[in-house]
């Protein structure tokens, strides 16, 4: 059973910065893509960022610049390092696992994680 942990949330002023951790355990092998979403207040759940198993990584649009997704394997976390916030950035953050089991997708998610970007 695969299990999904973020913290590093919080509030922080426009043009500032945090740096999200999503913490993984259980077994994982084979391909798959760990995912960053965001859901903000009244909208749908949004897809921001990927990085496969094999190292791949992409992002939507309108964080391509200002945020970075990484890895690392040794400790199995995922990053989510967001530089210059834009209050429209506040939402719940959430770490998202997706892999195919026995033909079939199946997505594992975190709790979630606030992000409020305020001055």
């Known amino acids: 059973q695969v299990q999904l942990v973020e913290s590093g949330g919080g509030t922080v002023q426009p043009g500032g910065f945090l740096r999200l951790t999503c913490a993984v355990s259980?077994?994982?092998?084979?391909?798959?893509?760990m995912n960053w979403y965001r859901q903000a207040p009244g909208k749908q759940r949004e897809l921001l960022t990927t990085i496969t198993s094999e190292g791949d990584t992409d992002y939507t649009p309108s964080v391509k610049d200002r945020f970075t997704i990484s890895r690392d394997i040794t400790k199995n976390m995922v990053y989510l390092q967001m530089n210059r916030m834009k209050p429209e950035d506040t939402a719940v953050y959430y770490c998202n696992l997706a892999r195919v089991e026995v033909g079939v997708r199946r997505d594992y998610w975190g709790q979630g994680t606030q992000v409020t970007v305020s001055s």
């Open positions: 259980g077994t994982i092998s084979g391909f798959y893509a």
